[in-house]
């Protein structure tokens, strides 16, 4: 065979290859990092002038020094169209020396809107987070889906609403307002653990004012229809109203002390060496209740009485105020409080109140956190607003969630616990592994006076005509009604109640029961316990 005819044949079974291009002048190639300077320089000038932070001084601000690498850092960009990257920066870094996942909305570029370019990378972000098992962290400023992308836009929320949704309970997701989040981009946030506002640049609403004004004729502001401090003190949307950014990120930086990296993974604890100061604060936290059950006190300081330092990081402070949640340590270790408000509406029970020490209660048991419950509460709060509101269906979230969690429980009743309520708040009937109650404590189906007004009402009548008469047997009664069955003797004779504690050893008798539970089974199938939904 002639070499012709070979190389014939061999050119039909190699595909020929062609010659490469000449390599590009170095004139023409494209200096990305250059490029990056000149993106953050505009991105600074844009940003200061709204009086905010753009996204890579928010993450600068955020994480350790020098901790963040970024993944994905000139995806989706278009230099013919001036942009260099997406409108969102992804990447891991380390808080505390603890690795978190996070990625930071940029408003300079495109308004920060997310199209496919911008949902891809934040996808890929959320799956790697729960491939490590770490936190998650979204730092949102966006004008919403890019219209121009239409539909793909929409379906990049969609998917990752379900990530979102897959991560819940799995690993602690924190979602941070620095600005707008409109439409269905609300929803993104809403799905998460915790969301923390800025009182001037961050604002939430499903329709704008221009939406809005359209439809019903209403003219509202963004402040009214979706600020910081409606979602914080009315809707009960976010989590914690920051006085500005750099608030905003120190308080992620708190709760991320008093949270795993994942649902398998213990608490934090810390060393703890016991001080005079926490000693003489525990030994002092009786002085602060009143012994009058009507008269009302801060059940905070209660709180800051029997933690370690006095350190307490409260969830929702300003919503739903008859009840107080929040994170603290006890002898090192993490803990979860939820506690009555007596000094608002009497520490009464109400649908709001209900709803938040629910979802709270869920997040604790989603991550392992025990729950100490401090017990102050009358009853649920009477009325026809709160029927209709409800409080049959949204009341009974609050018996799910403790009825259902396995962490360590502990509760302690410091004065008194009426009717429904004392069941729900951590009773032992519900699930506590131990509770404890002060040696004043009522605990009944209902106080001493509106006991005796059904039950004695004939003897108060038979008193007398006067008005005098019948208050005075009305109160002699009362009094014989409580010593005789509301006494809590009575809870520990029936297994109720472990013990009877002297106020100035609640924090002892706290430390030691959870000391005793810390081996307690916990275990469960799947990759968590349960999510951690919105209520």
């Given at each position: 065979m002639s070499i012709s005819s070979l190389r014939k044949?061999?050119?039909?079974?190699?595909?020929?290859?062609?010659?490469?291009?000449?390599?590009?002048?170095?004139?023409?190639?494209?200096?990305?990092?250059?490029?990056?300077?000149?993106?953050?320089?505009?991105?600074?000038?844009?940003?200061?002038?709204?009086?905010?932070?753009?996204?890579?001084?928010?993450?600068?601000?955020?994480?350790?020094?020098?901790?963040?690498?970024?993944?994905?850092?000139?995806?989706?960009?278009?230099?013919?169209?001036?942009?260099?990257?997406?409108?969102?920066?992804?990447?891991?870094?380390?808080?505390?020396?603890?690795?978190?996942?996070?990625?930071?909305?940029?408003?300079?570029?495109?308004?920060?809107?997310?199209?496919a370019a911008e949902g891809q990378k934040i996808l890929a972000l959320m799956d790697k987070a729960m491939a490590l098992r770490i936190p998650l962290i979204s730092l949102l400023d966006s004008g919403g889906a890019r219209i121009q992308e239409g539909v793909m836009a929409l379906s990049q929320y969609g998917r990752i609403f379900k990530k979102t949704c897959q991560a819940s309970g799995m690993i602690p997701q924190i979602s941070l307002i620095?600005?707008?989040?409109?439409?269905?981009?609300?929803?993104?946030?809403?799905?998460?653990?915790?969301?923390?506002?800025?009182?001037?640049?961050?604002?939430?609403?499903?329709?704008?004012?221009?939406?809005?004004?359209?439809?019903?004729?209403?003219?509202?502001?963004?402040?009214?229809?979706?600020?910081?401090?409606?979602?914080?003190?009315?809707?009960?949307?976010?989590?914690?109203?920051?006085?500005?950014?750099?608030?905003?990120?120190?308080?992620?930086?708190?709760?991320?002390?008093?949270?795993?990296?994942?649902?398998?993974?213990?608490?934090?604890?810390?060393?703890?060496?016991?001080?005079?100061?926490?000693e003489l604060a525990a030994a002092e936290v009786g002085s602060i209740v009143p012994a009058e059950s009507r008269q009302p006190y801060d059940i905070v300081k209660v709180i800051e009485h029997l933690v370690d330092y006095g350190e307490f990081v409260q969830i929702q402070e300003n919503f739903a105020a008859s009840i107080v949640i929040g994170f603290a340590c006890i002898n090192g270790s993490s803990v979860g409080?939820?506690?009555?408000?007596?000094?608002?509406?009497?520490?009464?029970?109400?649908?709001?109140?209900?709803?938040?020490?629910?979802?709270?209660?869920?997040?604790?048991?989603?991550?392992?956190?025990?729950?100490?419950?401090?017990?102050?509460?009358p009853g649920y709060r009477p009325g026809t607003e709160q029927e209709q509101a409800g409080i049959i269906r949204r009341g009974a979230k609050l018996i799910f969630a403790y009825a259902n969690a396995s962490v360590p429980m502990v509760t302690v009743i410091l004065r008194k616990a009426y009717g429904g309520a004392y069941i729900v708040m951590g009773s032992k009937s519900i699930g506590a592994d131990f509770t404890y109650a002060w040696p004043n404590a009522e605990i009944a189906v209902m106080g001493a006076e509106g006991a005796v007004n059904i039950l004695k009402r004939r003897e108060i009548k038979a008193a007398g005509p006067d008005k005098k008469d019948m208050a005075e047997a009305a109160a002699r009664l009362a009094a014989e009604y409580q010593a005789e069955s509301i006494n809590p003797n009575l809870s520990i004779q029936t297994g109720e109640l472990d013990g009877i504690i002297d106020?100035?050893?609640?924090?002892?008798?706290?430390?030691?029961?959870?000391?005793?539970?810390?081996?307690?089974?916990?275990?469960?199938?799947?990759?968590?316990?349960?999510?951690?939904?919105?209520?």
């Open positions: 044949i061999v050119s039909k079974v190699v595909p020929h290859r062609p010659t490469p291009p000449p390599p590009v002048a170095a004139s023409t190639r494209v200096d990305y990092h250059r490029l990056a300077e000149i993106a953050e320089e505009k991105a600074l000038a844009f940003q200061h002038a709204k009086g905010k932070q753009t996204a890579r001084e928010r993450l600068a601000a955020l994480l350790d020094p020098d901790s963040f690498v970024e993944i994905g850092e000139f995806a989706g960009g278009d230099v013919t169209k001036g942009f260099l990257g997406a409108a969102v920066i992804t990447g891991f870094g380390e808080i505390a020396g603890r690795q978190v996942a996070v990625y930071a909305q940029d408003f300079s570029i495109r308004g920060g809107t997310l199209g620095l600005g707008p989040c409109a439409g269905g981009a609300v929803y993104s946030p809403a799905l998460t653990d915790f969301i923390i506002m800025t009182k001037e640049n961050s604002h939430m609403f499903v329709t704008g004012p221009d939406v809005v004004r359209a439809v019903t004729g209403e003219n509202v502001s963004l402040a009214d229809l979706g600020g910081g401090q409606l979602h914080n003190f009315q809707s009960g949307v976010a989590h914690y109203l920051a006085e500005d950014e750099e608030d905003a990120l120190d308080y992620v930086r708190s709760l991320l002390t008093y949270l795993p990296s994942h649902c398998d993974e213990l608490p934090p604890h810390y060393d703890y060496t016991p001080s005079k100061d926490d409080i939820v506690a009555d408000q007596p000094n608002h509406n009497a520490g009464t029970l109400d649908v709001d109140a209900s709803e938040k020490a629910a979802r709270f209660v869920r997040c604790c048991n989603a991550y392992g956190i025990p729950i100490v419950t401090l017990v102050d509460v106020p100035s050893t609640t924090r002892q008798a706290i430390a030691e029961s959870l000391e005793v539970l810390r081996s307690k089974d916990r275990s469960h199938p799947g990759p968590k316990r349960h999510s951690n939904g919105p209520l």
